[in-house]
């Protein structure tokens, strides 16, 4: 069984710029969770998706967005890149009944920003 | 609000050593508590897991204790191996938000 898998795994972008992250979850799993990971902050939960619909969101300003589609494939964009977004993204897929059960973690995209 | 407190690293043993990370927790309700560990340049991965207070969740020679009255789940190892240097998380999770509410992370390292 495939894990979950992120796209791509590192990135530069300038300030200013937007990006996009892929995230293809565990087949079968219908919930994909967001988070942010980096050495002042720590993990930080992102948002989380269920059958296209956005359920929860994290502290993060506007810039920071996402959307899932209907093969649970989901996507995140950060608009207008600041220095401070550079950190880790990782992807977390679950079962329909949630994280509850198990989350499981795809490798992460790297995500310079310059 | 809800979060976790674990101490900091990084933590450096020999092998064979004994390990201890200490975890701590605030949440109201009853929470269910997991333990990652993160090797380099990999994402997380679930070590163990305790849903309801004393249960005990354990794998790998991992063990850790849901104490609600210290409010505690403490990761033990007894015997560690150069292939546990890893930054391990501990980790909270209730429905409503449907999130885990992670530590700050203390990075192990293990030497022969």
């Known amino acids: ?114 | 609000g809800d979060s976790v407190t674990q101490m900091e690293g990084p933590v450096t043993l020999s092998e064979e050593a004994f390990l201890t990370i200490n975890c701590t927790y605030t949440a109201t309700g009853y929470p269910s508590l997991f333990w990652y560990v993160q090797y380099p340049g990999e994402g997380l991965q679930l070590l163990l897991k305790a849903t309801k207070a004393d249960d005990k969740g354990s794998n790998k020679g991992f063990e850790a204790t849901y104490r609600k009255e210290t409010t505690s789940f403490h990761l033990e190892k007894g015997s560690v191996q150069v292939s546990d240097s890893a930054v391990y998380f501990c980790a909270l999770y209730k429905a409503a938000g449907n999130k885990l509410t992670f530590g700050g992370g203390t990075r192990v390292l293990v030497k022969p």
């Open chain 1, 1 to 114: 069984k495939a894990g979950v898998t992120q796209t791509p795994r590192y990135l530069i972008k300038t300030r200013g710029q937007q990006v996009t992250l892929s995230c293809s979850p565990i087949s079968g799993h219908r919930s994909v969770s967001w988070y942010q990971q980096t050495p002042g902050q720590g993990l930080q939960f992102l948002f989380e998706y269920f059958s296209e619909t956005q359920r929860n969101k994290g502290n993060f300003p506007g810039r920071f967005s996402g959307r899932q589609f209907s093969n649970s494939r989901s996507e995140m964009n950060v608009s207008t890149l600041e220095l401070g977004d550079s950190a880790l993204y990782l992807c977390a897929s679950s079962s329909q009944t949630g994280m509850n059960t198990e989350a499981f973690f795809g490798q992460g995209t790297r995500l310079t920003v310059v």
